[in-house]
């Protein structure tokens, strides 16, 4: 079973910096890519970032593109952190990690933000960006 807990969310005023963690507690092979989603209430879950296993390949929204970084730690892998500057009050959200299952379908440039590709969720975190 693998279960993905995310910390670091919180308030912050516009242009102004957080970080977002994500830990899965997973053996070793059984999480490769890992993602990050957006949520707003009464809104669809929205793609924000991903990250391959060896960490060579990010991909992220334009909304967010310039502005948020995604990251894996070399050491731990199956940790991943989202750096987010220069924030707006429209990336208010609940932030969630999220990981494919190992034997799901590669993700792709093209896929990379299809939620319903990710099979494991983390509970989500709160951020609020105040103007």
């Known amino acids: 079973q693998v279960q993905l807990v995310e910390t670091g969310g919180g308030l912050v005023q516009v242009g102004g910096s957080l970080r977002l963690s994500c830990a899965a507690s997973?053996?070793?092979?059984?999480?490769?890519?890992m993602g990050w989603f957006r949520q707003v209430p009464g809104l669809e879950r929205e793609f924000v970032a991903a990250i391959n296993w060896s960490g060579s390949d990010t991909y992220y929204a334009d909304s967010v593109k310039g502005r948020f970084t995604v990251s894996r730690d070399s050491a731990a892998k199956n940790r991943i952190s989202l750096q987010m500057n220069s924030l707006k009050p429209e990336d208010t959200a609940v932030y969630y990690c999220a990981a494919p299952h190992p034997d799901g379908p590669a993700l792709t440039p093209g896929t990379v933000g299809s939620f319903h590709l990710y099979d494991y969720w983390g509970q989500g975190t709160q951020v609020t960006v105040s103007s």
């Open positions: 997973a053996r070793p092979g059984s999480i490769l890519s």
